[in-house]
């Protein structure tokens, strides 16, 4: 049986390519924002210039706390699939019937 991709190890690539990718179109395109209005450089309190540095590399105390979040995600991920197969692949318990009721109820009065 195919235990399938390693969630994890794909994750962590995701990640790194998006960073990577994403990181390279901000920096060419770093000149052509300031002469359409965009923030300077030094912007560090917009969450637009945040992001965009989280991208860029320039906090991987960020891009690493992202990283183990996705981790921890992908491992909750296979685990209730690891749940899900498993109990898919045992028989169903046999239902137990109830005991059968009386034929006759005992009604005290007075």
Same mark, same amino acid.
Not at 45 to 70: H, K, N, S
Not at 79 to 99: G, L
């Given at each position: ?8 190890? =794909? #994750?962590?690539?995701?990640? #790194?390519?998006?960073? =990577?990718?994403?990181? *390279? &179109?901000?920096?060419?395109? @770093? ?16 969450? !637009?210039? =945040? ?10 105390? !960020?891009?690493?706390?992202? $990283?183990? !979040? ?8 296979? +685990?209730? *699939?690891?749940? @899900? +197969? $498993? ?6 318990? &046999? $239902?137990?019937?109830?005991?059968? @009721?009386? &034929?006759? =109820?005992?009604?005290?009065? &007075?």
């Amino acid at each position: 049986m195919n235990d399938g991709p390693d969630w994890v190890e =794909q #994750t962590r690539r995701l990640v #790194t390519g998006l960073g =990577q990718t994403l990181g *390279s &179109a901000l920096r060419e395109n @770093a000149g052509d924002g300031e002469a359409a209005g965009a923030h300077p450089a030094d912007c560090h309190w917009c969450p !637009v210039c =945040q992001v965009a540095a989280v991208v860029r590399g320039e906090r991987p105390e !960020v891009t690493d706390a992202l $990283a183990d !979040v996705l981790i921890a995600a992908a491992a909750a991920l296979r +685990s209730v *699939s690891e749940r @899900a +197969s $498993a109990a898919a692949a045992e028989p169903p318990a &046999a $239902a137990e019937e109830p005991p059968p @009721a009386p &034929a006759v =109820q005992h009604i005290e009065i &007075a």
